[in-house]
């Protein structure tokens, strides 16, 4: 048999032994997707939590909101309790709407709400140790509803802090100013109201799985 006889009847074997219309009807290869694991579905780490990139620019308008929520909750109860203290103590209770909700000066010793009465001292640690907290939450911040609330709940804990600093008897047990009397239901301040509502905030963001530098779990 010549050369040529032997070419044409064995011709050499190729190192891809797949045909080509099979190859066809696979198509090429799907790259994999950036982040994701081989040896999965498709999932990637991303579908359980997804957090921003750091930006310190961001951080800083952040922190900016946080800081002027929380001057604005200080101002409003501050200038509230200094209305209250010289237009509205030692006289009658003002009407809002007839018995339902009414304007009541009182001095209280307690929490939020009253409670807690005979424990000026303790709520006044607690809510500098909430002042910390924030701060310290402030230096990973890049939610802007965690920026709200938190800046609802320190406006309110240095207002109700400046009281017990320095209203009498003083001494870090100093009573806070209270005057929104609604029926059937305890008499508060405009702090007291920032607190809750930046509380309730922060309960419904942990709901939803958000935390305050933007990471959001599913």
Not at 32 to 59: C, K, L, M, Q, V
Not at 77 to 85: A, H
Not at 192 to 216: E, H, K, M, N, Q
Request: glycine share 12%; proline share 6%; charged share 20%.
């Amino acid at each position: 048999m010549t050369e040529a006889e032997r070419t044409i009847t064995t011709p050499e074997e190729t190192p891809d032994a797949t045909p080509d219309g099979a190859r066809d009807e696979a198509g090429p290869a799907e790259p994999r997707a950036e982040g994701e694991r081989p040896g999965t579905d498709g999932g990637t780490d991303a579908e359980e939590s997804a957090a921003p990139p750091a930006d310190p620019a961001r951080r800083r308008r952040r922190i900016a909101l946080l800081v002027g929520v929380a001057a604005l909750a200080y101002l409003l109860d501050l200038l509230s309790k200094i209305w209250v203290v010289t237009s509205l103590e030692n006289h009658d209770p003002i009407d809002i709407f007839g018995h339902y909700l009414r304007l009541d000066a009182i001095r209280n010793a307690g929490a939020a709400f009253g409670m807690g009465q005979g424990m000026t001292i303790v709520f006044t640690v607690i809510a500098v140790g909430v002042i910390v907290v924030i701060a310290r939450l402030a230096r990973r911040l890049y939610s802007l509803p965690w920026a709200i609330a938190l800046g609802l709940l320190l406006g309110g804990a240095f207002g109700n802090l400046t009281d017990r600093v320095f209203r009498a008897p003083g001494g870090f047990q100093g009573r806070v100013v209270d005057f929104i009397s609604p029926a059937h239901f305890a008499v508060f301040n405009l702090a007291d109201s920032a607190i809750c509502c930046g509380g309730a905030l922060i309960v419904l963001l942990s709901f939803r799985g958000v935390d305050p530098d933007g990471t959001v779990h599913r």
